[in-house]
Each structure stands twice: as structure tokens, then as C-alpha cells.
């Protein structure tokens, strides 16, 4: 088979204009006749489906949450890109799409990229509209800052709380839509199987979180926007109960998984305090526009920060990359922390993070400028460490944050089964093998307010009208599979927890598929997970029923499919011979350390193919043509 | 410096939403200092499903005081004995070696138990359905910048719409009113130029929704703010009362 992205023809900046013009219209009294599930409600998720019901479509919501607006695109910090140029500093759409291709290795789809540059203005303005309350001037207009590896001031933000302030906003327009009765929400219900019927996506199976009930649901079509997997690596930046399973179900069913191990490691987070640890806190990466990275020259240092004189310091980041200094893309400034303490130069009582100091930015900007600008996050650092770090520098470690990877979508955002849709976090598309700052909201939202709604239609168009009955064969024998998986679960009764096991999978993933990757280190992952797995079919430990809130069934069923997942992702990273972004295999570095791509061979979307149980998935490959960039090492030197 | 503590938990623990309900008692020792309210949560879970016991349910998500989903009341008082943070928010290091923790859910007629701590707050979702919203399709709106707002107003809608929607307010309100959340979306729209436009049918709407999900009234006793992890002001509760009255006595509802 042979991936076709559908890319249009045309020149770059043309394509989404002239597509948007090509594709077939459902006219607006026919719309009323299909009916669109969207899994997920957090921007892509709830912004596709207020915009799908506001065109007409009936639609059908589902979360796991007790609301849509826990979804976890409320945590994201930091804020959200656009080419509005209010600055006046040379931004433009084609400097962010060359921004985003090149922060992204040159793994992505000039084609996606660009035409996310191009709506990214129209994401600011509906998001005012609605009253998002981003930061302002004291003139009243809009304020910009510039946000980790960008060159110019095109990052709007609202305070620390970006991310919450613009689900609240798609959250609202999805609450307009509820109240119209054209979307008909289902919260606190999990999505646990794709039904497909002559190759096409007809449906979901649910399982209600509330009363265990299992229940199908038919459509003309299915968007997922279920977030990424960076829970496989049990400890990350994501929220207790973002998982895989709806996309690794789907994947399952037929959708390919693109680029799986393209994992974005976060360079300022809270370290790890002990075993207990449940999730990591990230510090917004704001934070690095005014702290200084350093830790001590010497190995074994155990003096106090405020002991270590500044000649024994060694400001990494600003010695080894003098032009960004201290705001190099995501990737270097997390490697580079992990060599520090590789080096046995780390700091705190674990040895494992990196001082981020603000005693320069205090003394030459004042103590109240620092906490006007970051007041809400020294707060929360104080909270979680104990520690002040207006008196003391932070401690910083890398953490598991964002996973480029995930289903791969053509220019349609469809996958590869016809009718199935991804958007989002949970999609492959836009970020290459790594993501620039206050870049996932602004995918998020256009996946979801600007390009779903126009690229669905031309699907629906050539749609029948009438819909799959739930009591089809398909349907009946989804809904069995997931009852049957639920009472093995139940029926094991081992002596391990999930959390064990979820923990387990975790370190094997982070020691040997994390910041750095070596060809030895991935097999024997491999063979571990694959034991891992046998032990987690007969060993896990589940207790309660299947016809009740069970929140170890949840649980356990997520796990399980990570433990999938973490084999597929541990198999992409051993075929891809080169580095990348944020996947850095040791064997291939220049000889500064570097990420050494190789893109004779490796300028490909690696999509995998699930093939059964317990079979090796098959590799289609998507090659990527660069015709309006020139493909360059990276560097922030 | 990390500290080791022993802990006596008193959980409420309510199989369904028609069960009784009542509190467990359960030791608890070795805890770190370090750890997060939920992670001791955790670890207690853990050993509950190794001695054969279902573990207490909870709702908890972000885990870093954002999403709003964790919901106890711990000794008496929601989210804890803190200001300004949600549970999962609050470390062991503020409970002192060997006291009892109580533990229960958010109580109110319109939050019904589901199961142990885990309460049902699609009422506030149901309240913004009824109109917490500027009426914009996508597309077709202004650029962002044609719409000034003075830093001063766009701080203060802001500050109004930080709330998380945790329903904390509603938990210590004796009479479990639910006027502080209700009047965070109110104040935020009505202070912005894009929510003008709908500013009266809006508090109509939405305050008859919240009658309508059992929430009870304002006695003005400022339990709510004091408890709100986004320390959501009072004020937002005088304007709302502005706003509604004006609707009622001035505009025709459209």
C-alpha cells in the first residue's frame, strides 16, 4: 500500500486556499442529516465539535472527565504562536512555517506546516471574540512575547493559564453547541473500541465510567482528539488519565501509527522527589527568558548554590550556544541538562537536576518585576520543592511533556481508515520529531476551529445518508470484545497492582527509549516489555466489578495498551538509523554532540501497520519533499 | 529536608450514590513529607488492593491545581487546610506527625455522591450551557486587535476567569450555593466589550439554571472565596447581583 497524503498541487501558499475551493460542499439543509462522534474535548476535540455543530452537523461528544473542560489542554502554560506580526518585528506565516519546519528537524509536511502558519491568525481572532482574556498593552491592544527558539515576539499569552483560558473558550462554544441540542455530550465515558464496517469508521463502543455500562454509538464519521501517549513513560507533564487507548484501539482497527518514538522531553521541570512520585510538574518554559542554566564545574559538588562562587560555575547553555544561550529549542536544553548530570555534576539530594537561577534577573530588574511575571509559578515551585526561589536557585530536570507521534493523518487530517479522523496532540502531523514552544495550542485549535470543518465535508458529501444500526454484526461483535477483555482483567487476580506494572514500563521506556536512544539499550527494552506484558496477563491485580465506577478497570485497560504501544515505539526508534529532533540515537551525533540527521535515507514518516496479535507491525513510508526550505543542520551556536 | 510521618486517615467510603455511606478508619505509616496529598492517597490504595480491599475512589487529574477536577474536603474544609491551592496541590510537610486526617467528598444536593469522594458536578456544566458564552460561530470575526480593551479591565475579567470550576465554593457554603462560580463567567463577560451584547439574558439565564439544579441561596458569609483555590473575589458576586437586577428591571429578554 501506498501512503498518499493527498497534499494539493499548487504552490505553497496556494494549496489551502485552492483546496478549500475543490473540495465537495455538503449543502447546509443536508447537513442536518450526518452525525459526526468526536472523542476528546480539549481543544481540538471541543473546538471541532462547537464549529461542526455550528455548520449543522449533529454531533456526539464523549470524555473521560467529569466535564469537557478538564480536558488536559487546560494545563498548557506557557501560550500560543500566531503570524500576526502586531510587533512589527519581521514575523510573517512563511517565517513560522520555516520556524516550525526547521524546530521540527525537518521531519513534517511542508504542506501541513504551512497551512498552520496560515490560519494560526484567524485562532487569535475567534479567540478574542469569544473573550479570552489574553494579556493587553496598557493601549488596550494585544501583548506578544517570544517563546523558546523563536526570533521574533509572536507568542500571545494569559498570564501562566494560556491553555486554560482557551479550552475555557472552546469549552464554552462547545456549551453553546450542547444547549442548541446539536451536540449531545457524554462525559465520564471512555472510548474503548473503533468500529469499522467495510473499511469505513461507522462508530465507537463506550464503556460509561459512572455504571460500567458498555454501549455503541454509530456515525458517518469519527474524529479522534484524545491527547498524546506521554503517559507510557508513567511519570510526565500529562495528567493522570491521558492515555492511549482510543488511538491505540483505532490503530488496532486500521489507523496508522506515524512516528511513535518522537517524544518530546520538557527541560524545566520540578525533579523527581522519591517513589511515591505520581506525575512531574513542568515550570513553563517562560522561565528561561530571565533564569540562567548552570550547574557547578566541579563533579560531586555539594556545596549550597549560594556557596559555589561564579567562577566555579559553568553556565552550559550559554558557553556551549552563545546566540540562544538560555532559550535553545526544547531538545538541547534537555539533553544537554541530562549530560551535566550524566557527568556527575548534578544538583539536589538526587543528583539528577540543574539549578535555574534568577539572582541576576532580581538584582537587575527588581524583585517585583521577576514576580509579576512569574509570581504564580515561583509560588507553585515553592509549593511542590519547599524551597524560595526568589532566595535560591530552582532545581530543574527534563520530563516526559508532548509526543510528536501518533495516528497518521493525510492533508485532510484523515486517517488511514476512511472516515476516521485525528486531530491534535493525537495526531502526527505538524511538529516534525520535535515541537516548538506555544506551538501545540495553536495546533490544537486549528485542527480543530479551521481545518476539520472544512476537510470533513468533502468526505460526508459522498456519504449515505442513513447511518449503521448499533445492532449490526460489527457493532455486537466490538462490544463483546470489550466486555470479554474487561472480565479477563477481572478474572486474573494476580498479586502485582497496575500502578506496578505501569511503573515498571516507565523506567524501561525512560532509561532506554527517553532523551537518549542506543540500538543495545532498544532491544533489550524490547524483550523486557514483551515479559513485562506476559506478567501483566497473568499477575495484575484488579479488584471490584465490571457493572460499577471501577477506577482500577480504567486503569488497567490503559496500561495494557501502553504496554503495546511502548514495544511499537521501542521498534521506530531501532529502524530509524539517524537522530532527530527529539529522538537522539548516541551512535549518530556530530562531533560537538550534535543530532545527526540523515535524510538521504531517513526523510521518511515512518507509518506502522498493526498486524495482528503478537506480529511484527509492517513499516509504509511516507517520504517527505522539501521544496520551499533547504534542509540545514540545526544550530543554536 | 524530607521527613518520615504516621497518620490516621478517616476516609468516607460510599459504594454507589444509594448506598449510606460512612467513614474507615486507616492507619497510615511512612509517609514523606515530600509527598503530594493524593500520592499518600495513593500509596494508601496500593496497600488497600495488596490486602485484597477495593481502593477509595477519587476524582483527580491534572494533578498540578488546573483542571479542577479533585474534589475533597479535608478536615472540615474543602481542598484542605491551605489558602489558594486545590488538594492535589497540598503536600504531607502541612500535616504535623501523627494527627487524624478526615477525608470526605464535596456535599450538596446538587453534587450527589457517585461513589466514595467521586460526586457528580454536571450541574455547572449545565450552567454554562445556559449561557456562559459570547454567541460567535467560527469564522468571520474581527481582527483581534479591532477590539481594544484597557489592561485594567482585561486584567480584572482575568482574574474572574481563572475560576477552575472545582465547585470548592459550593463544598463550604452552608447553605451550598452556588453564586461564586456563577458569577466569575457573569462578571468576566459582562466586564468585557464581546459579552456586552448578551450581558443581560446571560445572568437571567444562568441564574434560573442554577435554581433549577438545587443550588441555594447567598447569605454573603464569604466562605466560597475564602476556600477558592483561585481566590475568586467577592466582588464578582456584588456585580453579578448588578447585572441580574438590571436585567430584571431594565431589559426585555430577547
Do not use: W
Given at each position: 500500500m501506498i501512503l498518499d497524503a493527498k497534499v494539493p498541487a499548487g504552490d505553497l501558499a496556494d494549496k489551502w486556499k485552492n483546496h478549500k475551493f475543490n473540495v465537495k460542499l455538503v449543502n447546509p439543509a443536508n447537513k442536518r442529516k450526518y452525525e459526526v462522534i468526536v472523542v476528546g474535548t480539549g481543544l481540538a476535540g471541543a473546538s471541532a465539535a462547537a464549529s461542526l455543530a455550528e455548520l449543522g452537523y449533529n454531533v456526539k461528544a464523549f470524555c473521560f472527565?467529569?466535564?469537557?473542560?478538564?480536558?488536559?489542554?487546560?494545563?498548557?502554560?506557557g501560550g500560543i504562536n500566531a503570524a500576526k506580526n502586531y510587533q512589527n518585528d519581521g514575523d510573517s506565516v512563511f517565517r513560522l512555517f520555516y520556524d516550525t519546519i526547521k524546530g521540527g528537524d525537518y521531519r513534517s509536511r511542508e504542506a501541513n506546516v504551512y497551512r498552520l502558519a496560515e490560519v494560526s491568525v484567524n485562532i487569535i481572532d475567534q479567540c478574542v471574540a469569544q473573550g479570552v482574556p489574553f494579556a493587553r498593552e496598557y493601549g488596550g491592544l494585544l501583548a506578544n512575547r517570544s517563546f523558546g527558539?523563536?526570533?521574533?515576539?509572536?507568542t500571545f499569552y494569559a498570564r501562566g493559564q494560556t491553555g486554560q483560558q482557551l479550552l475555557l473558550g472552546a469549552y464554552s462554544a462547545l456549551s453553546r453547541q450542547i444547549n442548541t441540542g446539536k451536540v449531545e455530550m457524554h462525559s465520564r465515558k471512555e472510548m474503548l473500541d473503533l468500529v469499522v464496517v467495510d473499511g469505513q469508521a461507522r462508530g465507537i463502543i463506550v464503556r460509561d465510567?459512572?455504571?460500567?455500562e458498555i454501549s455503541s454509538h454509530s456515525a458517518h464519521a469519527v474524529i479522534l482528539a484524545?491527547?498524546?501517549?506521554?503517559?507510557v513513560f508513567y511519570?510526565?507533564?500529562?495528567?493522570?488519565?491521558?492515555?492511549?487507548t482510543a488511538a491505540w484501539r483505532a490503530h488496532k482497527k486500521g489507523a496508522f501509527f506515524a512516528n511513535p518514538c518522537y517524544t518530546q522531553i520538557h527541560p524545566t521541570c520540578i525533579p523527581v522527589s522519591g517513589t511515591h512520585q505520581s506525575k512531574l510538574t513542568l515550570m513553563s518554559e517562560s522561565l528561561r527568558n530571565d533564569g540562567r542554566v548552570w550547574v557547578p564545574k566541579?563533579?560531586?559538588?555539594?556545596?549550597k548554590p549560594k556557596d559555589i562562587p561564579e567562577n566555579e560555575r559553568d553556565y552550559y547553555l550559554e558557553r556551549k550556544y552563545?546566540?540562544?544561550?538560555?532559550?535553545?529549542p526544547r531538545d538541547v536544553a534537555s539533553r544537554n541538562a541530562k549530560y551535566a548530570c550524566d557527568e556527575g555534576r548534578g544538583v539536589g539530594s538526587t543528583k539528577l537536576a540543574v539549578y535555574l537561577d534568577f539572582a541576576d534577573a532580581i538584582k537587575r530588574d527588581g524583585k517585583d518585576t521577576i514576580a509579576a511575571k512569574y509570581g504564580n509559578l515561583f509560588d507553585m515551585y515553592q509549593q511542590i520543592t519547599g524551597e524560595n526561589p526568589y532566595e535560591t536557585p530552582m532545581r530543574i530536570f527534563p520530563a516526559v511533556h508532548y509526543?510528536?507521534?501518533g495516528l497518521w493523518v493525510d492533508y485532510n487530517l484523515m486517517?488511514?481508515?476512511?472516515g476516521l479522523y485525528a486531530l491534535g496532540e493525537a495526531n502526527?502531523?505538524?511538529?516534525?520529531?520535535n515541537r516548538l514552544g506555544a506551538s501545540a495550542l495553536m495546533q490544537g485549535l486549528a485542527d480543530g476551529y479551521f481545518v476539520v470543518p472544512y476537510t470533513i465535508g468533502d468526505y460526508l458529501a459522498r456519504m449515505p445518508y442513513d447511518k449503521i444500526g448499533t445492532d449490526h454484526p460489527a457493532f455486537k461483535e466490538a462490544e463483546h470484545q470489550v466486555k470479554e477483555k474487561i472480565s479477563q482483567l477481572l478474572s486474573i487476580?494476580?498479586?502485582?497492582t497496575v500502578d506496578q506494572f505501569h511503573r515498571e514500563l516507565g523506567l524501561i521506556m525512560w532509561d532506554n527509549c527517553g532523551m537518549s536512544r542506543n540500538a543495545e539499550g532498544l532491544k533489550e527494552a524490547k524483550t523486557k516489555i514483551k515479559s513485562l506484558r506476559d506478567d501483566f496477563w497473568q499477575n495484575v491485580k484488579v479488584l471490584g466489578e465490571?457493572?460499577?465506577?471501577n477506577q482500577s478497570i480504567e486503569k488497567a485497560g490503559r496500561v495494557a495498551d501502553f504496554l503495546e504501544l511502548g514495544e511499537l515505539m521501542i521498534d521506530d526508534a531501532l529502524d530509524r538509523n539517524e537522530s532527530c529532533g527529539g529522538h537522539f540515537?548516541?551512535?549518530?551525533?556530530?562531533?560537538?554532540?550534535e543530532a545527526k540527521r540523515n535524510d538521504e535515507q531517513y526523510s521518511y514518516v515512518a507509518a506502522w501497520e498493526y498486524k495482528g496479535k503478537d506480529q511484527a507491525e509492517s513499516l509504509h513510508k511516507e517520504q517527505l519533499e522539501f521544496q520551499n526550505v533547504k534542509l540545514t543542520q540545526r544550530s543554536y551556536k | 529536608m524530607e521527613e518520615k510521618r504516621n497518620y490516621t486517615l478517616k476516609i468516607w467510603r460510599q459504594k454507589d450514590a444509594n448506598d449510606k455511606g460512612g467513614f474507615v478508619t486507616y492507619p497510615l505509616n511512612d509517609?514523606?513529607?515530600?509527598?503530594s496529598f493524593l500520592e499518600m492517597i495513593d500509596v494508601l490504595n496500593e496497600k488497600l488492593i495488596a490486602d485484597g480491599q477495593e481502593p477509595v475512589h477519587f476524582d483527580h487529574d491534572c494533578?498540578?491545581?488546573?483542571?479542577?477536577m479533585c474534589s475533597m474536603v479535608i478536615n472540615g474544609k474543602p481542598h484542605g487546610p491551605?489558602?489558594?491551592?486545590?488538594t492535589c496541590q497540598l503536600?504531607?510537610?502541612s500535616f504535623d506527625h501523627g494527627v487524624t486526617i478526615t477525608v470526605e467528598p464535596w456535599r450538596a444536593k446538587a453534587f450527589?455522591?457517585?461513589?466514595?469522594?467521586v460526586v457528580d458536578r454536571t450541574s455547572f456544566d449545565r450552567i454554562i450551557q445556559a449561557?456562559?458564552?459570547?454567541?460567535v460561530n467560527t469564522?468571520?470575526?474581527?481582527?483581534?486587535?479591532?477590539?481594544p480593551i484597557p489592561k485594567k479591565i482585561a486584567d480584572d475579567a482575568f482574574d474572574a476567569a481563572?475560576?477552575?470550576?472545582?465547585?470548592a465554593c459550593v463544598a463550604a457554603c452552608k447553605n451550598a450555593s452556588a453564586m461564586l462560580f456563577v458569577s466569575a463567567k457573569i462578571s468576566q463577560l459582562a466586564m468585557l466589550p464581546q459579552g456586552k451584547v448578551e450581558r443581560a439574558s446571560r445572568a437571567e439565564d444562568m441564574i434560573a439554571q442554577m435554581d433549577e439544579e438545587g443550588f441555594g441561596a447567598c447569605t454573603n458569609t464569604g466562605a466560597c472565596s475564602a476556600v477558592c483555590p483561585k481566590e475568586i473575589s467577592l466582588e464578582h458576586i456584588a456585580r453579578m447581583n448588578r447585572e441580574y437586577f438590571t436585567a430584571k428591571f431594565t431589559a426585555k429578554k430577547s
Open positions: 472527565q467529569d466535564s469537557p473542560r478538564r480536558a488536559h489542554s487546560i494545563a498548557a502554560q527558539g523563536a526570533q521574533v515576539s509572536r465510567l459512572v455504571t460500567g484524545t491527547g498524546g501517549y506521554g503517559n511519570l510526565s507533564t500529562n495528567a493522570m488519565g491521558s492515555n492511549v566541579k563533579e560531586g559538588d555539594t556545596r552563545p546566540s540562544f544561550g538560555n532559550l535553545v509526543t510528536m507521534g486517517t488511514s481508515v476512511p502526527f502531523s505538524d511538529h516534525g520529531a487476580n494476580g498479586s502485582k465490571a457493572g460499577q465506577m540515537r548516541e551512535e549518530y551525533q556530530t562531533e560537538e554532540g | 509517609i514523606s513529607t515530600d509527598m494533578r498540578e491545581g488546573i483542571c479542577g491551605k489558602d489558594a491551592i486545590t503536600h504531607m510537610r450527589p455522591v457517585i461513589r466514595d469522594l449561557g456562559g458564552y459570547v454567541s469564522g468571520g470575526v474581527p481582527d483581534a486587535n479591532e477590539i481563572t475560576c477552575i470550576g472545582c465547585g
